[in-house]
């Protein structure tokens, strides 16, 4: 039915960019809330970035002012722009949607399968 396809993930050197796409494909009426989590070897996954359809954003605290979430509703696509990388960002990042598949049917949360992002010091 719904499929998250994430791509731009790789490996940076400390202090690098990178920019992570995720594509939303399908059968689809709506999409709310698009966003980023991260999850590091022997932790728990937690949130990164997340952007509302209307665009107001939230961003962890370790994450402000060198990632910038964004998304293109045309595409039902959401983007992270990551910069001044550091080591401890390191680990596998999913993308996530809240999504009506059809009108009256309930909000879903769907996730990526995940891309890697390791960032070398």
């Known amino acids: 039915q719904v499929q998250l396809v994430e791509s731009g993930g790789g490996l940076v050197q400390a202090g690098g960019s990178l920019r992570l796409s995720c594509t939303a494909s399908?059968?689809?009426?709506?999409?709310?809330?698009m966003g980023w989590y991260r999850q590091a070897p022997g932790k728990q996954r937690e949130l990164v970035a997340g952007i509302t359809s209307a665009g107001p954003t939230n961003y962890e605290d370790s994450v402000k002012g060198r990632f910038t979430i964004s998304r293109d509703n045309g595409k039902n696509t959401v983007y992270l722009q990551m910069s001044s990388l550091k080591p401890e960002d390191t680990g596998v990042y999913y993308c996530?949607?809240?999504?009506?598949?059809?009108?009256?049917?309930?909000?879903?949360?769907?996730w990526g399968q995940g891309t890697q992002v390791t960032v070398s010091s």
């Open positions: 399908g059968t689809i009426f709506s999409i709310g809330a």
């Open positions: 996530y949607a809240e999504i009506i598949y059809r009108y009256g049917s309930l909000l879903t949360h769907y």
